[in-house]
């Protein structure tokens, strides 16, 4: 598409006049990706589709520009850390789990071939995710006690697994010191007897946006 646009200037008797000029506007290229300094190895595509299957920026809604004031975005949920995310981030920061890796609020994108009933979410932010054991951490709390909330980790935990080969182990208040001496002990010893994948492929978002695009181009 071509617009035209109007730079002001000065004639040769200092009269201010306009020069007009055809400039092409910037096509949106649908299949970019980005990624996140802190996820090493893994893009994430930019646009994405809804559960209506319009066209979403994605990377605008989970990692908007710093001075965004949306509310649920990967930065303020690694800003705004609940007593037992601190915990959990503590043992990452002293090498608990190395050599294993582990990311923070790892963002998965739902693509509708695999959506299940009930499914709304555009995406997900798992707590925490081991990428070489396929594992997903989730810290509850209270809220996880609401109406429905429980059906809504059931349907997360079923997709994670169902799509993605992703195992997620669940622990509620892990602040207290009762948890991190049963259920913290549960969950290091299942990590114990996973065999770690060495050079693990990273997940794939955009399966559906590109042949929603590739159909696109054919019509």
């Known amino acids: 598409m071509l617009i035209s646009r109007g730079v002001r200037c000065s004639d040769y008797n200092g009269s201010p006049t306009f020069l007009f000029f055809m400039a092409k506007k910037k096509e949106i290229d649908y299949r970019e990706t980005f990624m996140f ?5 893994q893009s994430f595509p930019v646009y994405c589709l809804s559960e209506s299957g319009r066209l979403c920026n994605f990377k605008n809604i989970v990692y908007p520009s710093p001075s965004s004031c949306k509310r ?8 705004k850390r609940s ?3 601190k915990i959990f981030d503590a043992l990452i920061n002293v090498g608990y789990w190395e050599p ?3 990311f923070r609020e790892f963002p998965v994108v739902i ?3 695999h959506r299940l009933p009930n499914q709304k ?14 594992l997903a951490v989730e810290l509850d709390s209270e809220y996880h006690d609401e109406q429905g909330t429980n059906d809504t980790d059931a349907i997360r935990d079923e997709y994670l697994y169902k799509t993605h080969g992703i ?8 602040e207290k010191p ?13 990590i114990r007897g996973i065999e770690p994948v060495k050079n693990y492929a990273p997940l794939v978002f955009n399966t559906d946006l590109l042949q929603h695009l590739n159909s696109k181009s054919c019509n």
């Open 178 to 190: 009762q948890i991190q001496k049963t259920k913290f002990h549960d969950l290091t010893k299942m």
């Open 72 to 79: 649920f975005t990967r930065n303020k949920q690694l800003r």
């Open 167 to 174: 195992s997620v182990f669940r622990m509620r208040n892990f």
């Open 83 to 85: 007593m037992q995310a």
């Open 121 to 134: 979410r555009m995406y997900y932010l798992m707590d925490y995710y081991f990428p070489e054991l396929r």
């Open 100 to 102: 294993l890796t582990v």
């Open 111 to 113: 693509q509708n071939s």
């Open 37 to 41: 300094p802190d996820i090493v190895g």
